[in-house]
């Protein structure tokens, strides 16, 4: 059996995505700035997306823009921001995705900003109180970047309560999404965030798409020059069947969501069943164990301190199993997860993380789970 549970990586392309897709790498290959009928045909494939997505996101056309990953669209939201609006100051959290920190790093390093950090406890959860604090403490608007869901650990953060907070300070709020657009729904007429993000291949659709939504009002400085693409701000040929086969992917995703979501939340409950049942001392990183404070597509799994653990994802792998490690800090050569370090992780027990989507079965966690308690059983545990 061969088995793919790092879904939070990448997800295989959906064959209804793929079919959208085709004309578009066969036939219609006009540019879509050209104003001839071949580019005019191309120029409606995008628009026809854009209005897609919006519709999704309950947002307007005019809000969605196309980048050519989730990456590209983080990191256009914070630069994009403190360059154009001139914001002095931002807050984030040390659990972020690097697509944000260490853009927001860089930004401090060159003297852009002043940058401060969320605190949280040592299951990840965000002190929203604190983030209160730190926003009354500054005199002058703020860039708060917190994300919906951690890619690493799964914890869910409370956006809604963190956009409320941040519109109190007038603070510009920017989410990473990218873990949980197109696996939960999202509105933007409630949630009080600027910007969200979405990445195509974390949900079906191909890779070197995704899209940023931009609250209109506010028209951001462009970080690639050159042409008038996306209205002015993102220059370059657009990625056509990528942004085809984004719109389609999302509108699948929307569409089958709750049923997905019962489907993947049934594999994530079995695997922590199974795993406490077959492996001594396994314990589960952030609240990646409880259903209603964490994505249901990712279980972080700590298994106690053995020699195995150094081989855990090599020998997976030679089982055909494919999942993503993670480890805590063991010497200053190895600088391990900085989720993992954050949350102050026993570097000796080892992390897995496996993430489920909807091609997955209920066979493919039972066998999972028996290779790994196979190595367990194999491999005294450490003292
Ligand atoms: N943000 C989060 C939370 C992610 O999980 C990822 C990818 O794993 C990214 C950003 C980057 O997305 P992309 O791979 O589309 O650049």
Known sequence: ?????????????????????????????????????????????????????????????????????????????????????????????????????????????????????????EQGRLDLAHLDALLAGHVGRSFVSLMHANNEIGNLNDINSIGNICAQHNAVFHTDTVQTMGHYPHDVQQLKANFLVGSAHKFHGPKGAGFLYRRSGQQLDSLINGGSQERNQR??????????????????????????????????????????????????????????KSLYTVLSVSLPASDINEMLLFNLDISRVSVSGGSACTSGANAGSHVLNALDCDPSRGTIRFSMSKYNTAEEVDYAVAQLAKMYQKTPLKA
């Open 235 to 292: 220059a370059g040929t657009e990625n056509v069947y990528g942004i085809v086969g984004l719109a389609k992917a999302l509108e699948i995703s929307y569409r089958d969501m709750s049923a997905h979501h019962q489907h993947i939340q049934g594999l994530k409950d079995r695997f922590i069943q199974k795993l406490r049942a077959e492996i001594e001392g396994v314990e589960f990183n952030g609240t990646s164990a409880e259903a209603d």
């Open 1 to 121: 059996m061969t088995v793919y549970f790092d879904n939070a990586a990448t997800t295989p392309l959906d064959p209804e995505v793929l079919d959208a897709m085709l004309p578009f790498l066969q036939n219609h290959f006009g540019n879509p700035s050209s104003i001839h009928g071949h580019g005019r045909q191309v120029r409606a494939a995008i628009e026809n997306a854009r209005k897609t997505i919006a519709h999704l996101i309950n947002a307007a056309p005019s809000e969605v823009v196309f980048t050519s990953c989730g990456t590209e669209a983080d990191n256009y939201a914070a630069v994009g921001s403190i360059r154009t609006l001139g914001l002095k100051y931002a807050i984030t959290s040390p659990l972020e995705h690097h697509a944000v920190l260490h853009t927001l790093q860089a930004l401090e390093k060159a003297g852009d900003i002043q940058l401060s950090y969320v605190r949280h406890d």
